[in-house]
């Protein structure tokens, strides 16, 4: 059982954790992620690690409740408990100095993309980040990427706020300065990365993109997140999660994301059916704790 300490929402249906998890906290580098299980029967999720806190031994993770797991994760409060959590898991981003760098990310992408757009400013790079969202609401991390970007552009679906469109406007729009980036980082939905890479390809610029694949195991045995990267077969949870983003077979992780839709589609109905019922037990766990807590 792993233990929450801190759990907020920052934007509709995104959730920001603290997490007790001092070992994993300690060997974590930007580009690494977790993979946890909400409860003993559930399915076992990835998840970036956002931050860590070597003081306090916490790691953060940010959730994105888009199906029952995470729905079902962003129910949770300080003082709950996961299943259990194993990690960290993945490649660190290779951090060399570029000179001028672009971080592009979409929806709870930032999130993914702020820990290693702070490692590529610590080594030197001139970092801009690029921040997309469908809506004004949904824009995370902002001030924490300003707080060491050079330049922090945000793109709104809605124009809501910052630039109206998608993150390719802006993106387009330096790779037309004199000065042309030596890096481009993409995380984001599978179609905003692809369209970065395609945006980046004419320029030459090195583009990586991080994966976001179905995983199960993690360790490269199952086969759930295989991809396809340069004509050869790449598992993304240990090969990965991030590749040259002009190699990416794009349309088949998009096929292989969809495989198991009509499931997914099931379950979510099945916990919306019951999300009362489970969020009152979940209420009803803490209050027993609670109460056990006062006894001793
Ligand atoms: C390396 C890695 C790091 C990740 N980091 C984060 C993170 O920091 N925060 C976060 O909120 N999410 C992250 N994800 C995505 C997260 O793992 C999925 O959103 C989650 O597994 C969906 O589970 P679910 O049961 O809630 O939804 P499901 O019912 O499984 O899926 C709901 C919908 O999302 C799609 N989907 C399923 N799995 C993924 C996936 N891996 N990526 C994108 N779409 C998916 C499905 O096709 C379906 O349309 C990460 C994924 C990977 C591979
Ligand atoms: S998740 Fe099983 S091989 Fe990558």
């Known amino acids: 059982m792993t233990k929450i300490l801190k759990a907020e929402f920052i934007a509709s249906d995104i959730k920001k954790f603290e997490i007790e998890a001092p070992l994993i906290a300690r060997k974590q580098k930007p580009g690494q ?15 970036t690690i956002v931050n860590s806190n070597l003081q306090q031994g916490t790691i953060t993770l940010i959730v994105q409740g888009i199906g029952k797991t995470t729905k079902q994760m962003n129910l949770l409060e300080a003082g709950d408990e996961l299943h259990d959590l194993v990690g960290p898991l993945g490649n660190p981003t290779p951090i060399h100095n570029y000179g001028l760098t672009v971080c592009v990310s979409g929806g709870v992408g930032t999130a993914e993309a702020l820990p290693i757009a702070r490692a590529l400013k610590a080594v030197g790079n001139t970092v801009v980040a690029i921040i997309g969202a469908r809506t004004r609401e949904l824009v995370i991390c902002e001030a924490e990427m300003r707080a060491f970007c050079d330049e922090v552009i945000v793109a709104t679906d809605d124009g809501s706020y910052g630039i109206r469109g998608v993150v390719t406007v802006p993106l387009h729009e330096i790779l037309e300065r004199a000065v042309k980036p030596n890096f481009v980082l993409a995380v984001g939905p599978l179609p905003m990365m692809k369209a970065v890479a395609e945006e980046t390809r004419p320029y030459g ?33 240990v090969d990965g999660p991030e590749f040259d983003a002009h190699q990416v077979n794009f349309d088949e992780i ?22 009362h019922e489970i969020a009152e037990q979940c209420h009803l766990n803490r209050q027993i704790k609670a109460l056990e807590q006062n006894r001793e």
Request: aromatic share 10%.
């Open 33 to 47: 992620f977790v993979i946890l299980r909400v409860w003993e029967k559930g399915e076992r999720i990835p998840v």
């Open 205 to 237: 610029i090195k583009t990586m993109v991080s994966l976001n694949s179905i995983m199960i195991d993690g360790t490269g045995m199952c086969g759930g997140c295989r991809a396809t990267v340069g004509g050869e077969t790449v598992f993304v949870c």
């Open 254 to 275: 998009a096929h292989r994301q969809k495989q198991f839709v009509a499931y997914e589609q099931e379950s979510l109905q099945i916990f919306q059916k019951h999300y």
